[in-house]
């Protein structure tokens, strides 16, 4: 049973324009969430993080948001890039264990 | 620094053949970990090693098994190669088990598997 499911498997956003990525999980434990973004032929790479004390952290173009009540996070990139085209996984753990990942949103910058 | 490095990058096996695959990491990490990635199923895992000389099975572990050779290495063998095991591997590794901010899993490229 997906413990962490990203429900749009894909997303078009326009250049300069503001990308929001959405991610629901279930265990209610989960206290730390990531998100990784991941190019063709190659790993995942850590993106940003967030732990469940805080409901915002944000890096640069990219903010994450958790509002653990709905059990929801969603990742905001703004202004969106071409090179920001990838796949984006969110993922979660609970007291320093394994992480679970979501299936992933591919993600399109259109120039 | 090369990371997380995979051999081989590309495999195709028949049903009921053997491998494994492997991995070393030169970030001087105590924990690894296995991964398979499926179309519309996301990033699974597979099994994992907390610190050299443990391992423990992930969420999807039938089928294979593991062997953390030393602190660099971690193996993922196939005994007797599925075509439910077509999929994309992917080792990583953290200096510690559930790695928070930065110190996250760090991945590296990939392994693409086929079974016929």
């Known amino acids: 049973d997906q413990q962490v499911k990203q429900n749009s498997p894909s997303l078009s956003v326009q250049e300069g324009r503001i990308s929001i990525l959405n991610c629901d999980y279930t265990n209610s434990m989960f206290d730390y969430f990531l998100w990784y973004k991941k190019y063709p032929a190659e790993g995942p790479t850590f993106l940003i993080s967030?732990?469940?004390?805080?409901d915002k952290n944000e890096d640069g173009r990219f903010t994450v948001f958790l509002n653990k009540s709905a059990k929801h996070l969603s990742l905001h990139i703004v202004p969106s890039q071409p090179g920001d085209s990838a796949v984006y996984f969110c993922a979660a753990s609970e007291a320093g264990n394994q992480f679970y990942f979501g299936t992933g949103t591919s993600l399109t910058v259109i120039p | 620094n090369a990371g997380v490095t995979q051999t081989p990058k590309f495999q195709v096996l028949k049903t009921g053949q053997s491998m494994t695959l492997q991995c070393a990491q030169d970030m001087n990490h105590n924990s690894m970990y296995w991964y398979r990635q499926d179309p519309g199923m996301g990033l699974r895992l597979i099994y994992y090693s907390a610190s050299e000389g443990t391992t423990d099975k992930g969420e999807v572990p039938n089928g294979y098994n593991v062997s953390r050779l030393n602190k660099r290495e971690f193996s993922l063998r196939l005994e007797s190669a599925a075509p439910s095991q077509t999929s994309v591997y992917f080792c990583?590794?953290?200096?510690?088990?559930?790695?928070?901010?930065?110190?996250?899993?760090?991945f590296g490229p990939g392994t693409r598997l086929t079974v016929l």
């Open positions: 967030i732990s469940s004390i805080k």
């Open positions: 990583a590794s953290s200096e510690f088990l559930g790695g928070r901010g930065k110190d996250t899993q760090y």
